[in-house]
């Protein structure tokens, strides 16, 4: 077929944005897993007989399931989790919440972690030695975590290495958000884990043993953190990953030289949808609004609201904000529009209106639990998170010296 010479202008009037519209006030509903537009992403070795099943006999499954195996299971949720999985979450947090609770619960052989991978390797990595740690859908990954392969980090290193003559002087310092081998190598090097809760105690922690921070792989969170400790913006540099070796990740010599914070060239995509543009249009629309914003956001987003924090902060926000305030907020969907249910008595927003939700936090559909769970009652572990013990004892080393400084 000739293709046509002209392509047709986008009727944006005809668009269909109510598809397209902030999920705030109706939350997300969950269709079938066949019905689910990514599904053929997701992990395809769930048994068939799932696929089909509505959200109401998925519910009843994983309830019953939970009742036969008692305290033998501790369920986690992260806050950006959907309803239909937050609902059966014994605890919910951010990921440094979530990593304290499961070094603390030596009572249950499971852990079913209803997050991402990276967060049930820390719960791995945390448990006690009887203790299995399940991710219900293998293929809910981060797409942040995945920009810092340990192979690059491995050869950027190596290369600040030949450019400072010794790496004695740089502190690594790993988000949370990256892989357990990546936590590891901190752990190995004298550094340390961050979480976007306590990211300023630890950068102080480093710059009390070094002179510099190699901090991967979220550049956003590294430089609102330095922000905020007061280092120049000139001070802190981007190591771009996707260049070759030799080229000081695009960085000159002397912006380098005079660098104290090295940023990985990483981000969130849900977090960078996020504008200063949408914070001013709040404000316009209702001018007594607060803004709160995660920290993964741009720094001239962060700089323009009212506050940043974690999970667990902006929930604690918006509980302690009096009745009838307004809060537009800057993160993922389900949580904004879990606090919007549940506090009725304030308005609370998405700044961005078509904001989608994290992609991969999403593939822990309530099917994929209702499966680990039933696996579990028939006495299977399916989908173990299992940290190599290669990395496992370098990666502690790194998650503990985080979590004594909370
Ligand atoms: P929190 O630690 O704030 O829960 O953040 C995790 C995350 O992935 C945010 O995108
Ligand atoms: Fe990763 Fe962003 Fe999703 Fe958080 S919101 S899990 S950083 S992709």
Known sequence: MTPPTTVPALDYKSFPMAQLQCETDTGIETVPLALEVAFSSWQPSIPERYWTMEATE????????????GKRVVVLGHHYQREDIIQFADERGDSFQLAQYASQRPESDYIVFCGVHFMAE????????????????????????????????????????EAFGSTDDIIPVTYMNSAASLKAFCGANNGVVCTSSNAGKVLEWAFQRGKRVFFFPDQHLGRNTGHAMGI??????LWNWRLPAGNLGGATREALDRSRII????????????????????????????????????????????????TGYIVKYIEQAPAGSVIGVGTEINLVSRLAKEHPDK???????????????????????????EELVAGRVVNRIQVPEAHKRDAKVALERMLALK
């Open 263 to 310: 940023l990985w060239q990483g981000h969130c995509s849900v977090h960078q949808r996020f504008t200063v543009a949408q914070v001013e249009q709040a404000r316009a629309r209702y001018p007594e609004a607060k803004i709160v914003v995660h920290p993964e956001c741009r720094a001239d987003v962060v700089e323009a609201a009212d506050a940043n924090g974690s």
């Open 58 to 69: 998925l519910a009843e499954r994983i309830r019953a399931a939970r009742a036969t195996l």
């Open 347 to 373: 308005t609370i927003f998405c700044l961005d209106p078509v904001v989608c939700p994290c992609s991969t936090m999403y593939r822990v559909h309530p099917a994929y639990l209702a499966w680990v769970m």
């Open 122 to 161: 820390a719960a791995d990595i945390l448990a006690a030695p009887h203790q299995q740690t399940i991710l219900p859908n293998m293929e809910a990954g981060c797409s942040m975590a995945d920009m810092a392969a340990e192979a690059d980090v491995h050869a950027a290193w190596a290369e600040l290495r």
């Open 232 to 237: 120049p913006l000139e001070q802190m540099v």
